[in-house]
Structures are given as structure tokens and as C-alpha cells.
């Protein structure tokens, strides 16, 4: 009797697992009633290799008068900023989605609006140098809709210690 119901429940667990094993809807190929959707909604332009679907001569440029600024020698806890003048040579608007800085200290502020094939532009750049010093050098990463895609700005400048400067942050005795 134990044996039957052991024999019995293998035998629908076995009939369970058949059922559905090798639909198509299981493996992921498509079938004329199928819900997946089709690979060839997705046009991705770009490939592991590089672009290969889109006519580059077509899109839009991002040509820079100047992708470094040195500012020289300033003081710390000044704050600077420099203006990266840029020229839209494509033939499409020109879209900068966003831009971000590898430090706190820099902020870059892009256009909002498209800029049209052979308009300009300008992406200000805002340092500050509040505890600071030496060599610093600042990248920011620039995301457009270029062939290229994230462009680099840099920034340089020498920071001296400012000589009013307090020591451990230590107050004067009165």
C-alpha cells in the first residue's frame, strides 16, 4: 500500500514537470501567439565593437575651443570658474544629458536646451579650493548624443595655503 502512494506521487510529479517543459514560452523563442517582445524593437547604435547602425557623418558634434583650463596659481579658499566654449559641427541638435566631476569641489553647469547644428555653447565650470593645496587637477565627464558619447574637461591649478591660515584650528588667546 506504501508503495502505491509513493508510485502514484512520482508519477504526478513527473506528469507536472512534463507539461510545461519545452513550450516555446519556456525557452524564449517567439511564437506567432507569443507576448515576448521582438529584438527588433531594440535599435541599439552602439555595439561592444563600436558604433555600427548609425551614419556618424549624420549625428551631432561637440568640438571644444579648449578641453583643459590651467588656472595657475591661486589661494586656498578661492573659488575660480572657466568657461569651455564648444561648437555643434554635426548635422543633428546636439543634447548634453548631463555632467559630473570626481570631486565635490567641482561643479560643471551645462546648457538645458538642444543646440542646434552650428550654434555654440558654453559649459561653465566652478571651482572651489576651501581645503585644498598643491597640484589639484579635476575632471569632468560630459554625456552627450555624439558618436563618442562622454567627452572630458579638465581643470589644473597650483593651491597655496593660505597664509592666514590657523593651525589645527586653534583660536588666539585672548
Known amino acids: 500500500m506504501k508503495q502505491l502512494k509513493i508510485y502514484s506521487l512520482s508519477l504526478a510529479l513527473l506528469s507536472l514537470a512534463a507539461c510545461g517543459?519545452?513550450?516555446?514560452?519556456?525557452?524564449?523563442?517567439?511564437?506567432?501567439?507569443s507576448t515576448l517582445l521582438s529584438t527588433e524593437l531594440v535599435n541599439n547604435p552602439r555595439s561592444a565593437g563600436g558604433i555600427d547602425s548609425v551614419d556618424v557623418a549624420s549625428m551631432p558634434t561637440i568640438d571644444f575651443?579648449?578641453?583643459?583650463h590651467e588656472f595657475g596659481k591661486i589661494r586656498d579658499g578661492e573659488i575660480v570658474t572657466h568657461e569651455f566654449e564648444f561648437t555643434n559641427n554635426g548635422k543633428k541638435p546636439l543634447i548634453i544629458s548631463g555632467a559630473t566631476a570626481t570631486c565635490g569641489c567641482t561643479v560643471p553647469a551645462v546648457p538645458r536646451e538642444a543646440i542646434a547644428p552650428g550654434e555654440s555653447g558654453v559649459i561653465k565650470v566652478r571651482f572651489d579650493s576651501s581645503h585644498k593645496s598643491g597640484h589639484q587637477e579635476k575632471r569632468v565627464d560630459v554625456k552627450t548624443n555624439t558618436a563618442r558619447g562622454t567627452h572630458y574637461l579638465v581643470i589644473k591649478a597650483e593651491v597655496e595655503e593660505s597664509k592666514n591660515k590657523p593651525l589645527n584650528n586653534l583660536k588666539p588667546n585672548s
Do not use: I, R, Y
Open 21 to 33: 517543459g519545452n513550450s516555446a514560452e519556456n525557452t524564449g523563442t517567439e511564437t506567432k501567439d
Open 65 to 68: 575651443k579648449d578641453t583643459v
